[in-house]
């Protein structure tokens, strides 16, 4: 629905991020309070129904909260 397809989009907008924190320090964030910290975002970012995303510190991967019925979110095929 619109709300997956909004988290997705969020995902894409929040990696970026985890690069430039990696590239800053050379190590993914383990917790939002450090990039929150590192001036990269001015909050945690929540997903479209309150939950906050899950970090993957030693990936960088970011995806919907366990908790959130989004999760698991599903793959979107390029082009659709």
Do not use: C
């Amino acid at each position: 629905g619109l709300m997956q397809i909004d988290a997705e989009e969020h995902l894409e907008l929040l990696r970026p991020v985890m690069t430039r924190f990696h590239d800053q320090t050379g190590r993914f964030p383990k917790t939002w309070k450090e990039v929150v910290d590192a001036g990269l975002l001015r909050r945690a970012p929540v997903d479209p129904t309150g939950y906050m995303y899950e970090l993957e510190p030693e990936t960088g991967n970011i995806d919907v909260g366990r908790g959130s019925y989004l999760y698991p979110l599903r793959t979107r095929v390029p082009g659709t």
